[in-house]
Nanobody, 123 residues
């Protein structure tokens, strides 16, 4: 079973930086798209940034120029570098990954989520 474990959240002052990490583990054949989503209280979950297996990225308009998504395929890990943080970036951040893994003698498709990590931007 594929598992995603996030780390790096916390409390930071406006203008500060945080780096989130998400490690994917399991009997993985390959990981395709990876992404970071967030959900603030009373709001719907939204896609913040995504990166394809080929390294193509896309971002939510409000984080362009401030956030950078990257991946280390050797470590099956995706990162989100967040700079110039604003109070409106406060949310629980979830990572997501899709791809193919082994289940016994079979290969199956997976689309898995992490448990979430809290990011709070406040003075």
């Amino acid at each position: 079973q594929v598992q995603l474990v996030e780390s790096g959240g916390g409390l930071v002052q406006p203008g500060g930086s945080l780096r989130l990490s998400c490690a994917v583990s399991g009997s993985i054949l390959r990981i395709d798209a990876m992404g970071w989503h967030r959900q603030a209280p009373g709001k719907q979950r939204e896609l913040v940034a995504a990166i394809t297996g080929a390294g193509v990225t896309n971002y939510l308009d409000s984080v362009k120029g401030r956030f950078t998504i990257s991946r280390d395929n050797a470590k099956n890990t995706v990162y989100l570098q967040m700079n110039s943080l604003k109070p409106e970036d406060t949310a629980v951040y979830y990572c997501n990954a899709g791809g193919r893994d082994y289940s016994g003698a079979y290969i199956r498709t997976f689309d898995s989520w992490g448990q979430g990590t809290q990011v709070t931007v406040s003075s």
